[in-house]
């Protein structure tokens, strides 16, 4: 592989580079790219961190990991670009991801009002257990709906996965 050559360096553990190449679906990370030929880049490069850890790897073609040696494509979008592959991979929506965003900037016990009929729209992270659901003591039902809002927060778990996702080193 492209690093082979360098003194000293252990080679990246197989189990380790197959989790970095599967997140990325064996094809570049870069979303415009996708291109099928890939390596496993050092976020962080080798030289400062001496170390192969998942969350510092991402697969890149041959190009754009040029790119990246160069820095055209910074540490930050890179972050960015491992992050939008776990949201691929564990196949949240957007608007998942955006209330566990939402709830992820706020105080660690904030709360969001979410009205009930619409919880089929959040139903993967309120299954996987990443967001709690509280439903409100009194209601307001209209036609048998039930028109207030209950609220969510961010369970341990989901507080966790946030945190994998390295954003709050941006
Ligand atoms: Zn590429």
Redesign the pocket.
Known sequence: MSFSDEEGRPPIPAELRRRVLVEAGHR???PT???IEVDVHHIIPWAKCKTHEYENLIA??P???RRADRDEIDRKSLRLYKSNLRFLHDKYSQLEMDVLFNLFQQEPNAVLPWPPMMMILLKRIIDAELVTVTLAATGVYMNGVKSSPDYLSLSVKGREYMGELGLQEL
């Open positions: 570049c990370a870069i790219c996708r291109y890149l073609c190009n754009c990991h």
